[in-house]
């Protein structure tokens, strides 16, 4: 059977770390977001005819 009982396991303090962490981080936001608006501008601008 399946022990469910809870006892006094410490808790795992280890784990890894996923993606939505690494994403959830200020800097790399702020790269991505600085990024992300500089494609925009360059893609906008090849709408445009000079």
Known sequence: ???TSRG???APTNEP???LFALSQ???M???T???V???MAAVH???PL
């Open 8 to 10: 006094d396991a410490p």
């Open 34 to 36: 600085v990024i992300g």
């Open 30 to 32: 702020i790269f991505l």
């Open 46 to 48: 090849d709408l445009f």
């Open 26 to 28: 200020p800097p790399l």
């Open 38 to 40: 500089l494609l925009l």
């Open 1 to 3: 059977m399946l022990d």
């Open 17 to 19: 770390r996923g993606c």
